[in-house]
C-alpha cells in the first residue's frame, strides 16, 4: 500500500502562483510515476503533469504547459506542482496520484486508471 498527502491548495488570484505538494509514505519502492489529476464541478477528473520516479522524465497537458512544472524529490518521498500565471479556469479540486506496478510505459502517464493510489485531492480556486 502507498498512503498519499497532499498539501498546499487555496485561493489566489488570476496571475497568481500555488505551489501543490504531495507525500508519499508506505511501499513507495514499486512506484515508478506519480501524476496530478484535477476535477472541477460537473467535469471528470482530467490529466494535469506527471514525473517518471527514476529518470525525472516530466509529462503535461497542453493547458498548463509552460505554466506549471512537476518536480520530485526521491529523497523525500514527495512530488510538487509548481502553478504559475494561474486561470480561473485551473479551478479544480487537485489529486496526487502514484502508479505503484511492476513496469511501466510511456502512454500509460495520462491514463487515469493505470494510478492505483490516489491522494483526498486538495482544492484550488482561481478568482478572476
Known amino acids: 500500500q502507498v498512503q498519499l498527502v497532499e498539501s498546499g491548495g487555496g485561493l489566489v488570484q488570476a496571475g497568481g502562483s500555488l505551489r501543490l505538494s504531495c507525500a508519499a509514505s508506505g511501499r513507495t519502492f514499486n512506484i515508478q510515476a506519480m501524476g496530478w489529476f484535477r476535477q472541477a464541478p460537473g467535469k471528470e477528473r482530467d490529466f494535469v503533469a506527471a514525473i517518471r520516479w527514476s529518470g525525472g522524465n516530466t509529462y503535461y497537458a497542453d493547458s498548463v504547459k509552460g505554466r506549471f512544472t512537476i518536480s520530485r524529490d526521491n529523497a523525500k518521498n514527495t512530488v510538487d506542482l509548481r502553478m504559475n500565471t494561474l486561470k480561473p479556469e485551473d479551478t479544480a479540486v487537485y489529486y496526487c496520484?502514484?502508479?505503484?506496478?511492476?513496469?511501466?510505459?510511456?502512454?500509460?502517464?495520462?491514463?487515469?486508471?493505470?494510478?492505483?493510489?490516489w491522494g483526498q485531492g486538495t482544492q484550488v480556486t482561481v478568482s478572476s
Open positions: 496520484a502514484a502508479g505503484a506496478r511492476s513496469w511501466w510505459i510511456s502512454t500509460w502517464y495520462e491514463q487515469r486508471d493505470k494510478y492505483n493510489y
